[in-house]
């Protein structure tokens, strides 16, 4: 829907911290928001008061607490909905034909699920479709760009099957459901249950491999929230925390996201993470860990 000359993939913390070169014209997504965008989309709850922090004018974008960024993205060009479409061109009416398609609300309502944790088991032990596409896209690695891009193309143009028999998708998939195991050893060696919650520590493994973000759930059911430690794997002498709500267990009170905003983070209701030094790190964790225990 709009004419779109390159991506820069970001971290939220980057954006924080004012590291990132936002100019007329950019359009900002999934992020927190910055006043010399052109246009912003967002949906999570630490970011909703950014508009009044810096005045958002009619017509800059959308944010609402959606079950995805992409929602806010859709009902902004939906024609059936608040902004319709009156220009004429080619593009614009190739893409209301794209949004308007079985095909782009189905990878939509996919979109929302996977995003807020709306899965069943089966999604964690034999995940399939885009499901097992989406554990692909970890965001870790740099050099995965190319990927990212190249997915953009086919998420966007081609069918789900299509998008599957892709040699690198293929690839890719094929490499997570293989690491499966492996990542589910590294967990149950990993982690401590403590009441309520589950406490994942994986400082020092440097190649933690990819897999279903959701598979801890599946082997400690009983506790209701995660706490999450790593290396963070773009700066040095930093360590990464992030917290969530157990998605088969949803009995947690916290607000993730407004906890881990007092740590630099931010994010959901259910689910954020957070930035912190690692000379810092066992103070922040300790701090987290007293906030989310029963």
């Known amino acids: 829907m709009e004419e779109i000359d390159?991506?820069?993939?970001?971290?939220?913390?980057?954006?924080?911290?004012?590291?990132?070169d936002i100019r007329q014209g950019?359009?900002?997504?999934?992020?927190?928001?910055?006043?010399?965008?052109?246009l912003w989309f967002d949906h999570h709850v630490t970011n909703k008061d950014w508009p009044y922090k810096t005045p958002i004018v009619a017509g800059k974008?959308?944010?609402?607490?959606?079950?995805?960024?992409?929602?806010?993205?859709?009902?902004?060009?939906?024609?059936?909905?608040r902004r319709q479409q009156a220009e004429g061109s080619k593009r614009i009416q190739e893409g209301l034909k794209i949004l308007n398609s079985e095909r782009m609300r189905y990878l939509l309502e996919e979109t929302d699920r996977i995003d807020a944790g709306q899965l069943v088991p089966e999604d964690v032990h034999h995940p399939e479709g885009y499901v097992l596409i989406s554990m692909t896209l970890d965001g870790k690695r740099a050099e995965d760009e190319p990927y990212w891009l190249r997915l953009i193309e086919l998420l966007r143009d081609h069918s789900l099957e299509e998008t599957l028999k892709n040699p690198e998708v293929r690839e890719r998939c094929q490499q997570i459901l293989d690491s499966q195991e492996k990542l589910k050893a590294i967990?149950?060696?990993?982690?401590?249950?403590?009441?309520?919650?589950?406490?994942?520590?994986?400082?020092?493994?440097?190649?933690?491999p990819d897999g279903n973000?959701?598979?801890?759930?599946?082997?400690?059911?009983?506790?209701?929230?995660?706490?999450?430690?790593?290396?963070d794997s773009q700066r040095?002498?930093?360590?990464?925390?992030?917290?969530?709500?157990?998605?088969?267990?949803t009995t947690s009170k916290v607000n993730v996201?407004?906890?881990?905003?007092?740590?630099?983070?931010?994010?959901?209701?259910?689910?954020?993470s957070c930035r912190v030094l690692t000379s810092e790190a066992e103070k922040a964790v300790r701090e987290i860990f007293e906030a989310i225990k029963e």
């Open 6 to 20: 390159s991506y820069l993939f970001v971290e939220p913390k980057f954006m924080q911290d004012g590291m990132v």
């Open 26 to 38: 950019d359009i900002i997504a999934n992020l927190p928001y910055h006043s010399d965008c052109s």
């Open 61 to 81: 974008g959308g944010f609402r607490l959606a079950p995805s960024a992409a929602r806010v993205v859709y009902e902004y060009y939906d024609p059936a909905g």
């Open 187 to 208: 967990l149950l060696e990993r982690t401590t249950l403590k009441g309520n919650v589950i406490f994942v520590d994986l400082r020092g493994i440097r190649d933690i």
């Open 213 to 231: 973000r959701f598979l801890l759930y599946t082997l400690f059911p009983t506790g209701n929230i995660s706490l999450r430690v790593a290396d």
């Open 236 to 249: 040095p002498n930093t360590t990464a925390i992030s917290v969530g709500y157990n998605i088969f267990n």
């Open 257 to 272: 996201g407004a906890l881990l905003e007092k740590h630099g983070g931010g994010g959901h209701k259910v689910v954020g």
